[in-house]
Nanobody, 127 residues
């Protein structure tokens, strides 16, 4: 079975940085586009960033531009999210998601575009 496992979350001070990882297994990684979403309790899950099956294709949510960087390592079957200059409002559970033959086009920011999800990792930004 395909699995996505996030790691790297924790407590970080405002202005600091954290790098999340999502290791996958049970799927042909190179065939998948992957995204990071985040969710604050009581709010809808929102997309953070997407990297296509071809890493030339990358998209970011508006709030992530200039602060966050998504990348993929096909040798490690892992997608990363480097988050810099963190703000209090970045506190959320961060999820990775995967879609086959996906290039971050069309409804790349829609939850329904992704069939595979991880369990999430909590990132808490403190003052």
């Amino acid at each position: 079975d395909a699995r996505l496992q996030e790691s790297g979350g924790g407590l970080v001070e405002a202005g600091g940085s954290v790098k999340l990882a999502c290791r996958t297994s049970g799927l042909t990684f190179g065939h998948y586009g992957l995204s990071w979403f985040r969710q604050v309790q009581g709010k809808e899950r929102e997309v953070v960033a997407c990297v296509g099956a071809n890493p030339r294709f990358i998209e970011y949510g508006d709030f992530a531009l200039g602060r966050f960087t998504i990348s993929r390592d096909d040798a490690e079957d892992t997608v990363y999210l480097q988050m810099n200059n963190l703000k209090l409002e970045d506190t959320a559970i961060y999820f990775c998601a995967a879609a086959i033959n996906f290039y971050c086009t069309g409804y790349w920011d829609a939850i329904s575009s992704y069939k595979l999800w991880g369990q999430g990792t909590q990132v808490t930004v403190s003052p």
